[in-house]
Every structure is written in C-alpha cells, then in structure tokens.
C-alpha cells in the first residue's frame, strides 16, 4: 500500500474518532454553557484545566510522543521488533516517575501556578481560591494522560490509530454524565466536573492497555536502551519546542484574566471560540498531521526524500482543501453558532457576541496552524528538532507583542488576531525552511492548488453570507443552520469543480473508498 493511501486511511480513522469526541465535546460545552455561563465557576474550570493541559503538551502528548514514534518508526522500519518493544518499556519507566512527580509537584504549588498564569485572578479572592482548589485535583490529571500518550505514540508507531484517538471521546462522556446527573445536586457544581475529568482520564488510560498487550506490549521494569538516549536527545528540543508554544497559551490566559481590559467572562469566551475552530482542525489538521508522522519517518529512515516531499505535499493540499472553506464558513456563522449551540442559560448574547469575536479572528489562521503542524511533524521525521523550535520562538515574540498591542482596540479579539497572525508567520518560515533542507521548490507547487480552493472558499463565503441574511436568519436556527451550511458545501464542491481543483477528485475517490462494495456471489 503506498503512503499517500495508507495515510489517508489512517486519516480517515483519526477523523471519525475525531467526530464522535467533538460532537460529545460539542454536547459536553453546551451543557457546561447552560449550567455556568461564562461567571465564576466556568472561568474557575477553564483556568484550572488548561494548566495540567498545557504540562499534557509540554511533557507527554507533544514532547514525548513526537521523540517517540519516528525512533520507534525507525527501528520497526529495520525489523528490529526485539528492540523496539525493549525500547517502549525503558520509555514507560522513565515517564512514569517524571509524570508522577509533575502531578504531585504541580498540586502542591497550586496557588503560586494560578497566580502566574492568571494574575487577573488574584485581586478575586473567591475566584482565587476555586481556581486553586479545582487546579489541586486537576494536576493528577498530567498524571493519567500523559500515559494515555505513552500508549497513544505506541499504537500509531504500529500504525494503529483507531482506540488511541477514542480517549477524547471517553473523557466527554464523563464530563457528560458529570454535567446531567451530579452538578446539579453538589455544591460548586464545577466540583463534580473536576472530578469526572479524572475518572475519565483513568477510562481513557485503561481501555488502551489491552490492545497494546494484543500487538505484543509487556512490561517489566527496564530504564536504559540505546534508543532512549536517542528520544532524549531528541526530545530536548522538543521540550523546547512545546514550552515555546505553550508560552502562547499562557499569555493569553494571563491577558484574557485582567478583566478591566478585555472584559469579564473572557477566558471562558476564548475557551468556547477556541473549541469551536479545533473542531475542523482536530478532524482533518490534526488528525493528517498525526496519521503522516509514522509514513514520513519510515521515508526519512529510507532515505527516499523524493516520496517524503511526495507525502508531505499531498497532505498539505488536501489539508488546505478542507481548512480554508471551514475558515470562510467560521468567520461567516460565528455568531449564528455561537447562538445556536450555546446562548441559553447561564450563557447570554454578551457571553455570544465575545466567544464569536474571537472565532472570526481565530478562523483567519486556521490553515495555517494545521500546516505548521505538518511541517513540524516533517522536520520532526527529519530528526530535526531545532528548526521548528526556532521557527515557534519568533512565532510566539511576534504573538506576545502583537496581543499586547491588539488587545487594548479590539478587546478578546486582539488576542485571537495576534494568534492568527503569529501562525501564519511560522507556516511560512517552516515552509520555506524545509524548502531549503530538501533542496526542492515547494510554494510553487503548493501556491496554485491552495490559491484554487481559496477562491472557491471565497466564493462560498459570500453565497452563504447572502443566504443566511436572506433566507435562513428568518427561519428557526436548527433548520436554518443546517440549510446554509449544506448549500454552503455544494457551492464549494461546485465551485472547486469549476477552477478545476485536483483534490476535489480526490476527496471524492476517498469517500467512494469508503463506501462498501458487495461481495461477489462465488459458485
């Protein structure tokens, strides 16, 4: 099977598992939105679990993960399997003890880690000290997911991609159950969502052991191999890497806390925006970017750089075919979604108007943070680690300034616009770097096709701007969003078929693909 196919299977698994989270995600945040609003205990929630998220990022599911798969790529693309399960055990050992004193330090500083990450909140004692209470049971958290990324780099180095990419999903369904059946009878009723984050983190941890130990997974205790001082080297500017990005995150936390500034309610705004344009990125961004890694690192071990740039190039384009229309239909409908799936309750047209601010400025560097991600994970596949992690400290200098500068005029969305600016500026320097390290032209055969679907985008944006003033606005929001939302996609398709956009015909191949063909009746 050839890699492009091969990914694009592995795609099409991680965007169906992908799916179902998001759309209990989806369910999850309305029910959040109706029951806290964008007041105290949701801004509580939201600070204390984005601070193990980001250690998540930083130590296990970004650093550890990306070391880890290309060298397992490496020694699984030799035949090396004795090694390459000796390996994963020396990594597990390694990352339990460093997991495990992550969480326990992280919830004992947990007054002075709220404090750094949201300053605004300390001159709210009682906002204060929830944040700090619900970060404390939070931090075990790092704990549980991180080893859930262990097994998740695992599995997709045995390109296995279905059960890992679940684990999302099982962790809705808790905060789900939380939400329906034990908010509304404890008291904060966020303390009951706290806790079912970590009874999910447990579920989503158990159900991949069992798979693992089926492709041949055993462990004993083992803390030295040759491929782990491989991943650790790797992994340092990994570490680096992740933390640049992560100081993104945290600003914006910070920025987003000074209330007299950006106005109250704002990180759970910036929250909500921010789920809603992960959703078309973690369908097809994210979930390409992830199911390419093992397939690049097997090409870079061959040394076949001709089908590397191959790979690498068809990913992107068929990235950018899905990615710029779902900016166009974000920037358009953010605030008929934002109204249709979660202004009622607690959650008012003001929280709507806020949380659709910041999509639209969000929206604008959607494509580009879902091909920064396939670059990074290219250079990652390259064994070169630095590139990116020179690429993302100018990234996130630029972001800092500009969100100190935007954020004063347009509020919220002055620190949405300085993230869609600062990716779109790394995309373009990892771009042209990988353009310099392969030694081939790359915006040349990227910029026609990508120009192609922009325009369609163009085109759709404007014909579903039109029909929702015209037609769907007056009718009921759950008929007429759907409505535009599917001539939206007919124009697109229509559109891409006129400028005689080539990934259209593949998308199509794909969905065909996907489609099960009877079986032949044998005599």
Excluded at 4 to 23: D, E, G, H, M, N
Excluded at 27 to 43: C, K, N, P, Y
Excluded at 46 to 55: H, K, M
Excluded at 471 to 484: I, K, M, N
Aim: hydrophobic share 55%; net charge positive.
């Amino acid at each position: 099977m050839s890699a492009s196919k091969r990914i694009a299977q592995s795609t099409s698994v991680l965007a169906v598992a992908t799916a179902i989270s998001r759309i209990l995600g989806l369910v999850r945040d309305r029910l959040m939105a109706g029951l806290f609003g964008t007041m105290l205990e949701s801004q509580a929630f939201v600070v204390a679990f984005r601070i193990p998220n980001l250690l998540r990022d930083l130590v296990a599911e970004g650093a550890v993960t990306s070391a880890f798969v290309p060298v397992m790529s490496w020694y699984r693309a030799r035949g090396q399997t004795d090694e390459f399960w000796a390996l994963s055990r020396a990594l597990l050992s390694r990352l339990v003890v460093l997991l495990c004193a992550v969480g326990l330090i992280g919830a004992l500083a947990a007054p002075q880690v709220v404090a750094l990450v949201a300053p605004g909140f300390v001159h709210h004692p009682e906002k204060f000290a929830l944040t700090v209470r619900l970060t404390r049971i939070l931090f075990p958290f790092i704990t549980l997911v991180g080893l859930w990324a262990y097994f998740m780099g695992l599995l997709n180095s045995l390109q296995h991609f279905a059960v890992p990419a679940l684990g999302p999903a099982i962790l809705n369904v808790a905060m789900i159950a939380a939400c329906v059946w034990f908010v509304p009878v404890i008291h904060p009723g966020v303390l009951a969502l706290t806790i079912s984050v970590i009874i999910g983190g447990v579920v989503q941890l158990a159900v991949q052991v069992p798979v693992a130990m089926r492709l041949g997974f055993r462990w004993h205790w083992r803390w030295h191999h040759e491929g782990s001082s491989r991943i650790l080297r790797l992994m340092g500017p990994r570490l680096v890497g992740s933390a640049v990005y992560q100081v993104n995150v945290l600003v914006d936390t910070a920025l987003s806390s000074l209330q007299s500034i950006v106005g109250d309610g704002a990180p759970v705004a910036l929250y909500f925006a921010n789920r809603m344009v992960q959703l078309p990125l973690a369908l097809f961004g994210t979930a390409s970017a992830q199911a390419s890694l093992p397939s690049l690192s097997e090409q870079a071990a061959r040394q076949d750089l001709a089908g590397f740039r191959s790979t690498m190039v068809s990913v992107i384009r068929m990235v950018g075919f899905i990615m710029l229309p779902s900016s166009a239909g974000l920037i358009v409908l953010a605030v008929p979604l934002v109204q249709t799936l979660f202004e009622y309750g607690a959650f008012d047209h003001r929280s709507t108007l806020m949380t659709a601010q910041a999509i639209i400025y969000y929206a604008l560097g959607l494509t580009a943070y879902a091909v920064s991600k396939i670059l990074t994970g290219a250079f990652y596949a390259l064994h070169d680690t630095w590139t990116p992690v020179r690429s993302a400290m100018l990234a996130v200098a630029i972001n800092i300034a500009l969100s100190v500068a935007l954020m004063w005029p347009l509020k919220l969305g002055g620190l949405a616009l300085a993230a869609a600016i600062s990716n779109s500026l790394n995309a373009g320097q990892l771009l042209w770097r990988m353009q310099r390290r392969l030694g081939v032209e790359l915006f040349r055969p990227l910029a026609a096709p990508l120009g192609g679907m922009a325009a369609a985008s163009l085109v759709m944006g404007v014909v579903c701007w039109l029909f929702w003033r015209a037609v769907a606005s007056r009718l009921s929001p759950w008929l007429g969003l759907p409505a535009t939302i599917l001539l939206s996609l007919i124009c697109y398709v229509a559109a891409c078929a006129l400028l005689r956009v080539q990934e259209l015909s593949t998308a199509l191949r794909w969905l065909t693909s996907l489609t099960p063909r009877p079986s032949r009746a044998t005599n």
